[in-house]
């Protein structure tokens, strides 16, 4: 079993930057596929971004490209997410992924962070 815990959320305000970690724990998740989403109210989970296990191939959502940046520490088993230039509808509560079966199917779930940007 691996055990995701994300940190590095806050309430910032409209250009500021924050980075989100997940540290997983139980086992290696280096041969993972990870991944980034998040949720608003009353939205759908949304994909943020993902990340190959050797970090060479990225996705990034459009609302986030150019802003956001995936990186992943496979030695400390740490996975991150940079976020700058943070807009209000930025806000939601953020959740890291591990072992991508499909688009939003993945094995391992973090509890959650919740990033708040005002305006």
């Known amino acids: 079993q691996v055990q995701l815990v994300e940190s590095g959320g806050g309430l910032v305000q409209a250009g500021d930057s924050l980075r989100l970690s997940c540290a997983a724990s139980?086992?290696?998740?280096?041969?993972?596929?990870m991944g980034w989403f998040r949720q608003a109210p009353g939205n759908e989970r949304e994909c943020v971004a993902t990340?190959?296990?050797?970090?060479?191939?990225?996705y990034y959502a459009d609302s986030v490209k150019g802003r956001f940046t995936i990186s992943r520490d496979n030695d400390k088993n740490t996975l991150y997410l940079q976020m700058n230039s943070l807009k209000p509808e930025d806000t939601a509560v953020y959740y890291c992924?591990?072992?991508?079966?499909?688009?939003?199917?993945?094995?391992?779930w973090g509890q959650g962070t919740q990033v708040t940007v005002s305006s």
């Open positions: 992924a591990a072992d991508r079966r499909s688009d939003y199917a993945y094995t391992y």
């Open positions: 139980g086992r290696t998740v280096s041969s993972y596929i």
């Open positions: 990340i190959s296990w050797s970090g060479q191939n990225l």
